[in-house]
């Protein structure tokens, strides 16, 4: 088993996992992104709009039962707080109500690590979100353009952990699975970029179960999306 290196930067320790020096890694060419939690802090208007969901459901469920069952795939959240699957379109429809509302602001940095990454890498976007809310908010803070490749819920079969969504952005944007790594706050997307083949990277500070993501066996672990230019320089 790999043994983690420690490398220290100014405010944070990032651990980095490396391969076995015998399998020699293809470079990174393509970077391909989480959107929720990841490159927006997201997570605390998505919980408000859960909560307005759940209230005019009749359910009562906590943020900290909510964090504790959290996933970029709704739908388990919905099995988790024990909805019915016959309410789950009147569910989707009560949280798009509250949510569409909403304005959260990109994480810290992200727009200043997106314009440094681009000049070097090809970026995609996968997201579990869906397409009229990460389109609109892509727009509103203006970094639509420099994703070659925007994939959402509604675009591939299956969603996060299959890799079907991923596969589906390798392919529009002509990429090999080796040459490419994508970086997500949740368990779910380590095991996608796994399953498709993809090294992947985890963001601890704007997870809402940075424990589980620990426990997802990521390539690398940093703790903020600002660190991500300086890891991949060596990755």
Known sequence: MAVPQIH?????????????KTKKKIAIEHVLFDWDGTLIDSFEADANAYAFMFDALGMSWSIEELKRNYSPNWHRVYRAAGIPRSKWQEADRLWRLFAQKQLPKLQPGARSVLQTL?????????????????????????????FLAKVCCEDAPKRKPHPAPLRMALEKMRALPQSSVYIGDAPEDIEMAHRAGVRAIGVLGGSPVPERLRAASADALIQTIRELPALLKNF
């Open 8 to 20: 220290r930067t100014c405010n944070s320790v990032l651990l980095y996992f490396p391969a076995m």
């Open 118 to 146: 681009d000049r070097r890498f090809t970026l995609g976007l996968v997201t579990g979100g869906s397409r009229w809310r990460v389109r609109k908010q892509l727009r509103q803070h203006n970094v639509s353009a420099m």
